[in-house]
């Protein structure tokens, strides 16, 4: 039970740690006359994208399997 709380929280905090950095990279103090053009590490509209078709499709399994 350890190993998968650890895994779990894991995963979070390395998308936690990537969206800050991803967030620092383009906030508009960051984007200044000195600032160097960086591209972040996650296409964030494609990540909330898959993330909706997942939510979507596992509700829909869970109901087709619920139904049964």
């Known amino acids: ?6 895994m779990i ?7 936690a740690g990537v969206y800050a950095y ?3 990279q383009t906030s ?3 984007n200044g006359q000195v600032a160097q053009a960086n ?3 996650v296409n964030w509209d494609v990540a909330a994208t898959d993330w909706h078709a997942l939510k ?3 509700h829909d399994d869970w ?6």
């Open 1 to 6: 039970m350890r190993v998968f709380l650890g």
């Open 9 to 15: 929280l894991g995963a979070l905090l390395l998308v």
């Open 22 to 24: 991803d967030s620092m």
């Open 28 to 30: 508009t103090v960051a």
């Open 39 to 41: 591209r972040t590490i």
């Open 56 to 58: 979507t499709r596992a």
């Open 63 to 68: 109901i087709r399997l619920s139904s049964k």
